[in-house]
């Protein structure tokens, strides 16, 4: 399995493609604007087809080139249904939004739940339900590669905002501490924003957030 970050869009939102060429099927970690562009040459130098989309939750910046890359490869699209109004009625974003940006709806055929097990590129993923910085935020935890995609619930050194609609510290302070610090210390985070991190690392030195 190889791992692409592709950060784009408006606010360089990062994008995460996985692809196995030996089955020839990869899947994509959110969809900010423009991504698709970024994705297509690395489908096509691996001769892999995209399979399904799998949304870390609905905000804008993650969501804005769903569409597009839907449209354009048939994926499959899950998500958490916590956050289904801003993903197929987006315009209910629409004021946080700056000039120029336009938001398509996107149809999700699968609503995941915490707990479910994911494994479209033969590489088993755990989904878990990690609320605060949206309600419907959810992190993909990869068991083989250690890998854990948490959207913007965790940041180096950092955490989701919690000013918008839906936000709640105390939800992300408890997600944090009892979805993503019990994954194995090693576990390599990898978030919507910024530079990857560990699961050890943060919850030594995460400043707002630290370690119960």
Request: charged share 20%; hydrophobic share 40%.
């Amino acid at each position: 399995m190889n791992l692409y970050v592709l950060p784009a869009g408006p606010i360089q939102t990062n994008a995460y493609l996985l692809t196995a060429p030996e089955r020839g099927e990869a899947v994509l970690i959110d969809a900010p604007g423009g991504v698709w562009a970024l994705v297509k040459p690395i489908l096509d130098q691996e001769k892999c087809r995209l399979v399904e989309l799998w949304l870390t939750h609905g905000h804008w910046d993650h969501t804005q080139g769903a569409a597009e890359v839907v449209r354009a490869t048939g994926a499959k699209v899950r998500a958490h249904v916590d956050d289904r109004a801003m993903i197929e009625t987006p315009e209910v974003m629409s004021r946080f939004l700056g000039s120029g940006i336009t938001l398509e709806p996107v149809k999700v055929d699968h609503w995941v739940q915490p707990g479910e097990r994911l494994g479209a590129i033969g590489a088993p993923a755990e989904v878990r339900h990690v609320p605060g910085h949206c309600p419907g935020n959810v992190l993909f935890y990869f068991f083989d590669a250690k890998w854990a995609f948490v959207g913007d619930a965790l940041f180096n050194g950092s955490v989701g905002r919690t000013d918008l609609p839906g936000g709640d510290f105390k939800k992300l302070e408890n997600s944090i501490r009892q979805q993503i610090y019990t994954l194995p210390p090693e576990t390599i985070v990898y978030a919507g924003h910024g530079l990857k991190t560990t699961v050890g690392a943060e919850m030594a030195g995460n400043p707002y957030v630290p370690a119960a």
